[in-house]
């Protein structure tokens, strides 16, 4: 459609005046869709429900997954309390996403995830004594002996993301039908990284599937003080690949919009960029206070709408759960979760001196000497 409009240049020195015509044109537009199928109360907002939304086993099996995840979490936070574990950062609120994609995910898909994502890992095979061995400062627990394709937690924010667009290029140079799965957060989506790695998996069309988990912090920072941009999803728009948004408390629309992406990946149609919105119900991490930068009432009110309650009320009108369920799910999930940590605990440490045994294939004479003065055969200089 043409827009023509007559505009007047004045020009200062001469004082003549001149009359141009400006042509222009509407190039591009784009819209971000944002999907839901079940409210914070458990009601369906969708008619008909998908498949999925009546399979009771199936439904079960997603609802089991983020209990188990939330309960292993809670036990993470008190080991580390008691000096047992170094660090931890917790996926609180936020296992709907986890348990989505693990779910979807076949085993010879690769996983890249950041620091949160043990729903998936554990449904991918990771144990949870391995994540426990991890953040208690042993490196074979990303030695995964379940899922050993998948890549190990990564700390350094969104570095993963080319990871996964040069493993998604290898898939498809190699002709294979699999898919990579990148998972990130918020604050990632602002590092030249996201970007980059975006731009590539457009161009060239890669088997890959960008999650974005979207819970409003990126420690203390929210999403308003790191871009103007109104949804995150908007900036697969720029990169020429489909983004949307969905409820990253909603289970059921995790699952029934990452299976298309992840489909749409496998059969050649393209990469995504979901927007998972959910919230940070924990800490950024156990070395971190969120009371110092967000106030309660804020927190009180997000925990209205977190995922596990609202399947939960879902299940329960839908007649597939009841209380005496619950209890047992969550004294054998307890059960699983002791016997991880009696494992990690029971793991001899790791010889200091290891610390040097992966980063090169020969060691600097640097490193030498340091490698040396930890065995305690030499003081350093
Ligand atoms: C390259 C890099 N820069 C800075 C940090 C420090 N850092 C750790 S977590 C974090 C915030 C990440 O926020 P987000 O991506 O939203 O993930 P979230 O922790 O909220 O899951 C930052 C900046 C880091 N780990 N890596």
Known sequence: MLNQ?????ISGQQNI????????????????????????QGNPVVSPLPAIATDRDQLIQLYQAMLKTRLFDKKAI?????????????SLGQEAIGVAIGSIMKDEDVLFPAYREYAAQFLRGVKMSEILLYWGGNEQGMNFQGPQRDFPICVPIASQAPHAV?????????????????VLGDGATSKG???EAINAAGTWDLPVVFI?????????????KQTRAQTLAQKAIAAGIAGEQVDGNDVLALY???????????????????EALTYRLCDHTTADDASRYR?????QENWLYEPIKRFNLYLTQMGYWSDKDEEKLITQCKGEVESAVDEYLHTPDQASESMFDYLYATLPSSMEQQRDAVMGKETLK
């Open 256 to 274: 029934i919009r990452i299976e298309q992406a992840i489909d749409n990946a496998r059969r050649g149609a393209g990469p995504t960029v979901i």
């Open 166 to 182: 040069g493993v998604a290029y290898a898939m498809q140079l190699r002709g294979e039908k699999r898919v990579a799965v990148c």
């Open 78 to 90: 008190s080991l580390q309390r008691r000096g047992q574990l170094g660090t931890y950062a917790s």
């Open 212 to 224: 974005i988990n979207n819970n409003r912090l990126a420690i203390s920072l929210p999403q308003n």
């Open 17 to 40: 005046q001149l009359q141009v015509q400006e042509y222009s044109r509407l190039v591009t537009h784009f819209d971000i869709q944002y999907h839901q199928m079940i409210d914070y």
């Open 295 to 299: 106030s309660e009432k804020e927190l």
């Open 193 to 195: 990284d996201f970007y």
């Open 5 to 9: 409009q007559a505009k007047v240049l």
